[in-house]
């Protein structure tokens, strides 16, 4: 996340994620899913302009760029009120801080929507990041972290910088230093996915895979040990709500990837590029077979 302050606004750039792992250890009796992932940023991003107001309220626009539209209803909806992630992160904060305080946002929509690259949760960490700085209440990343979980499990990531190892349901965060820096292809299909209709659908491990393999081979740049480590256990169940999962395992498979899968609860699908030129080329190959918004990208701090 990158942030540019001038004397009355704030501009924040702030990343999509890829899950190179994720296993699904059980239901928990809030409701949530009790979760171990890896997650990375990756340099495509969103864009947040904030500025404070004396309008009296939290104002909000968006665009979406490229504006290419995808259907299901999760894809479709970007709202621009209290429904919104941003608005939400922005009246939170200063709901706690026991402030009355309104602010002008406009976002810029890159990142695609429903797709498992965990767009709105990237948005609403950087509205809070925006907020903090823009009102001035010098909040450290701890004092954010709690209203971080608050809005989203894939929030709390957000305001921290590089891979993670996420564990609980997304919230308990444990830096991965030394994967070193990783290329891939993104396929979003036009279709998006609701995330509770696959987490419903999904049938956690009775075995749960193991996280240390993937780790080890990053760690050590064995590119082979990491592209067959790579893992999503929500994978098949999204596979069962829309055929585009199946067509994209088939198109990634005739990629020469060093490996492939599903990012989140999808839609959204990644291949391991062995180098930014091989990550190019893949791309390139890819945008004349129509599966959608085709992104080349590496991992971002």
């Given at each position: 996340m990158?942030v540019?302050?001038?004397?009355s ?9 890829l899950?190179?792992f ?13 979760l ?5 940023p990756v ?15 939290i ?5 979406r ?5 995808r ?7 970007l ?11 922005v ?13 002008r946002m ?9 797709a498992?690259?965990a ?23 701890e004092?954010l ?11 709390p ?15 308990r ?8 820096i ?7 299909p036009?279709v ?9 659908a999904?049938?956690?491990?009775e ?5 240390a ?8 740049g064995?590119?082979a ?8 256990r ?5 596979a ?13 498979a005739?990629?020469?990837f ?7 609860s ?14 190019q080329?893949?791309?390139s190959?890819l ?15």
């Amino acid at each position: 996340m990158d942030v540019q302050r001038t004397p009355s606004t704030v501009l924040v750039r702030t990343p999509a994620k890829l899950n190179l792992f994720l296993e699904v250890l059980g239901k928990r009796t809030d409701g949530f899913h009790e979760l171990e992932t890896l997650m990375t940023p990756v340099n495509l991003y969103d864009l947040l302009w904030f500025a404070p107001a004396d309008t009296g309220d939290i104002e909000l626009t968006c665009e979406r760029f490229p504006s290419v539209e995808r259907s299901g209803e999760e894809a479709s909806r970007l709202p621009e009120g209290s429904d919104n992630l941003v608005v939400r992160a922005v009246r939170l904060l200063a709901e706690r801080a026991g402030i009355w305080a309104s602010a002008r946002m406009k976002l810029w929509k890159r990142i695609p929507v429903a797709a498992g690259m965990a767009g709105g949760s990237s948005d609403a960490a950087a509205a809070l990041v925006a907020a903090n700085a823009g009102w001035r209440l010098d909040w450290s990343r701890e004092q954010l972290l709690p209203l971080a979980a608050e809005l989203g499990s894939d929030v709390p990531f957000f305001l921290g910088r590089g891979p993670a190892v996420c564990r609980g349901r997304g919230e308990r965060i444990e830096p991965a230093s030394g994967l070193g820096i990783l290329h891939f292809v993104v396929v979003a299909p036009p279709v998006g996915l609701s995330t509770a209709a696959v987490f419903r659908a999904c049938r956690p491990a009775e075995h749960p895979q193991p996280l240390a393999p993937l780790l080890e081979a990053l760690r050590t740049g064995d590119a082979a040990t990491a592209g067959e480590r790579l893992f999503n256990r929500l994978e098949p169940a999204a596979a069962e709500l829309t055929p585009w999962i199946e067509r994209l395992r088939r198109e990634f498979a005739d990629g020469e990837f060093v490996g492939h899968r599903m990012s989140g609860s999808g839609s959204s699908y990644f291949g391991l590029c062995r180098n930014l030129g091989h990550a190019q080329r893949a791309a390139s190959r890819l945008r004349g077979r129509g599966v959608g918004q085709v992104y080349a990208v590496r991992t971002a701090c």
